[in-house]
């Protein structure tokens, strides 16, 4: 999803609300925007301890970042507003825990 996302614009924002995780691209090319609730098979822990949680980050780092999360290992999200991300998963007995700045716009 995060690749999709990245071949319609240089930049995707992470959004946490209201129970919905979404991610969202925009570009001349198009648009992308998918939710995903709280309690969806997709997301096995959903915590938000502000009432919103949104940043935007480059499409090219999140992309190289989740590129080793075949889909198959749970990844970790934590992210606040205009703050760096962090993102963990595993692979096999390998633990990986990234951190990327975003982008923040006056």
Request: aromatic fraction near 8%; proline fraction near 4%; charged fraction near 30%.
């Amino acid at each position: 999803l995060i690749k999709d996302a990245g071949l319609l614009a240089a930049y995707i924002v992470l959004d946490a609300h209201d129970d919905i995780f979404s991610i969202e691209a925009q570009g001349e090319s198009g648009e992308l925007k998918t939710e995903t609730k709280k309690g969806s098979p997709a997301i096995s822990e959903f915590e938000l301890k502000a009432q919103t949680a949104r940043a935007m980050f480059p499409s090219e780092y999140l992309d190289k970042i989740t590129k080793g999360a075949t889909g198959e290992e749970s990844v970790t999200v934590s992210l606040k507003n205009d703050a760096p991300v962090k993102i963990e998963y595993s692979i096999q007995k390998a633990k990986l825990k990234y951190f990327l700045a975003p982008r923040i716009e006056n």
